[in-house]
């Protein structure tokens, strides 16, 4: 039976060790006891990883099991000098060692730092050398990356890769001692370190506080609905801040199971997991969830009425992957909104009772104040006027994020911190998401969000996936421009951009329709998959400026 969200917002659920880590202040909490001891010591024998390889093979972990592994990485770490609050980085896929990892990081009071598996040695290299990460560890197939480190790591290697002066993990665990007492930390100290996307600039290091998991749990409840009974899957991937705050430390922190799938994302493979492991409750980004959507209604019959409830995060979601999923798959799908900096935020909650309003992004998750403000003067704007999305620090006590680390912070405020989203409010007390400001479009004097555009043009039969844009023009400002990835079975013609554009007018008005479709193979995203318009922007107005020259 679903909560009130009225009622939630009023009280939080949390146990004494999170109500006293949120004062951050007293030396009264470790991540790993939250994730895994806590849970071990109630029933050492409950399932707390389900691995699947991409060949069909898995196994499982339990809490205990897990409890013993992360002990001996935590006395790996030791033997090497690492000290708590020091950074240890995990550059590995999907798989058990990279639990094992994280886990005995925090038992060790040290700093878990993920490393996306899809980074270059570039990227890694600005991420280990502005935290200054002690420890590394990696397999055979990503060890070629950390070659060039300006920093010197200990490299720890898996699976039998090791060579040179490397560490092999598993030689190193087995002769470690199976119990290690958890160091224990204060609510403010930190337990990870992340780095936002970089859409402007290096990417931007986020120090995250053991009181966050608090906030993390809130999520999971609320928003998620995790239940005990759940199988659960998200798809995200742990070297990105959803999947690691919420494939991770969310689950296990209510004692709930993972999953982890070693293999690329494909329709067939993830309707087979669902299949295979029973999955009840699925998490996931857009770009995910159009692709089911593409593959069509049979791939998706064998497991329709199987999922309980399906979140989104990441970017906006398309009402037309909404109405597929309840048709096709016999379940609701609610869109959720967060940062890095943040956690999530703003949420249709699968566990909470509240209106939906079509395209609104919803409600402020239980312990958080979520408005709309004016970007210059910091004023609370009303309903049906668009303004930056910000947080209400003076009256969201689960909202953790203190600054970046390090650095300056113009997004931080006295009071409020400024997402940088553009939104409006609407009269039931919900917020919709309108776009990054920088991605609104301004044509003839009207602003046009790039979602309501990308929306209606993936309803269309022909359509894939599409980023809309604003590209520059000398009697309207802007004028609305598509690029469009079209199903295998349609060709780019023009008689289909016509069409398109006919289809976006009628479903929406006559401002808004894209007047210029270019159909494209592929649309330019980051690594975890959000799409990354101010990239086709960019062109747009280099193309305008080359033009304007001559």
Request: aromatic residues 8%; contains cysteine.
């Amino acid at each position: 039976m679903t909560m009130a969200w009225a009622d939630a917002a009023e009280r939080f659920d949390l146990d004494e060790t999170l109500r006293t880590a949120l004062h951050g202040d007293m030396q009264a909490i470790n991540a790993c006891i939250e994730c895994c001891d806590a849970h071990a010591d109630a029933d050492p024998d409950r399932v707390a990883l389900r691995f699947e390889r991409r060949d069909g093979t898995g196994r499982t972990l339990s809490f205990g099991a897990l409890r013993e592994l992360s002990a001996r990485f935590a006395g790996l770490l030791a033997a090497r000098g690492i000290e708590a609050g020091d950074r240890v980085g995990g550059l590995l896929p999907r798989v058990p060692e990279l639990l094992v990892t994280i886990l005995g990081t925090w038992r060790a009071g040290a700093v878990y730092q993920p490393l996306f598996t899809a980074f270059g040695p570039k990227a890694i290299e600005h991420r280990t050398a502005t935290a200054g990460t002690k420890l590394i560890v990696t397999d055979a197939a990503n060890r070629p990356k950390l070659a060039e480190l300006s920093v010197p790591a200990t490299i720890v290697v898996t699976s039998g890769g090791a060579s040179g002066t490397d560490l092999d993990f598993d030689a190193e665990l087995a002769g470690q001692s199976p119990e290690v007492a958890p160091v224990m930390r204060r609510g403010d100290d930190p337990f990870l370190i992340m780095f936002t996307s970089g859409t402007t600039g290096p990417a931007k290091p986020v120090m995250v506080p053991l009181r966050a998991i608090a906030a993390f749990k809130g999520y999971m409840t609320q928003a998620v609905d995790l239940r005990l009974d759940d199988r659960f899957w998200n798809i995200a991937d742990p070297g990105w801040a959803y999947g690691l705050y919420y494939a991770v430390i969310g689950p296990l922190s209510l004692g709930v199971a993972t999953t982890f799938y070693d293999g690329p994302f494909t329709a067939e493979s993830t309707y087979g997991l669902i299949a295979k492991l029973g999955i009840t409750n699925l998490a996931g980004a857009p770009t995910a969830y159009r692709l089911l959507l593409a593959a069509g209604p049979e791939l998706a019959l064998p497991v329709k009425g199987r999922l309980r409830a399906v979140s989104s995060a990441g970017e906006p979601l398309n009402p037309e992957v909404i109405r597929w999923f309840a048709e096709h798959l016999d379940v609701t799908i609610h869109d959720h909104y967060g940062q890095t900096e943040l956690g999530m935020v703003l949420c249709n909650h699968h566990g909470l009772s509240h209106p939906v309003q079509p395209g609104a992004a919803g409600f402020a998750v239980p312990g958080h104040r979520i408005v709309v403000v004016n970007e210059d003067t910091l004023e609370e704007l009303p309903v049906g006027e668009p303004g930056i999305l910000a947080v209400d620090r003076w009256n969201s006590p689960l909202f953790w994020f203190d600054g970046y680390w390090n650095m300056p912070t113009r997004s931080l405020t006295e009071r409020y911190y400024l997402s940088g989203d553009t939104v409006e409010l609407n009269a039931d007390g919900s917020i919709s998401f309108v776009g990054r400001s920088d991605d609104v479009i301004t044509s003839s004097g009207y602003r046009i969000g790039p979602f309501d555009v990308e929306s209606a043009l993936i309803e269309h039969k022909a359509v894939v996936e599409t980023a809309v844009v604003g590209k520059p023009d000398p009697e309207r400002t802007e004028i609305v421009k598509a690029f469009v990835v079209l199903k295998p079975a349609y060709e780019p013609t023009p008689e289909l951009a016509e069409e398109l554009r006919r289809h976006v007018r009628a479903r929406l008005s006559a401002h808004a329709y894209p007047r210029e479709i270019e159909f494209v193979d592929e649309l330019p995203k980051t690594p975890s998959g959000k799409l990354q318009r101010f990239i086709l922007r960019n062109q747009e107005k280099a193309k305008a400026e080359a033009r304007a020259a001559g």
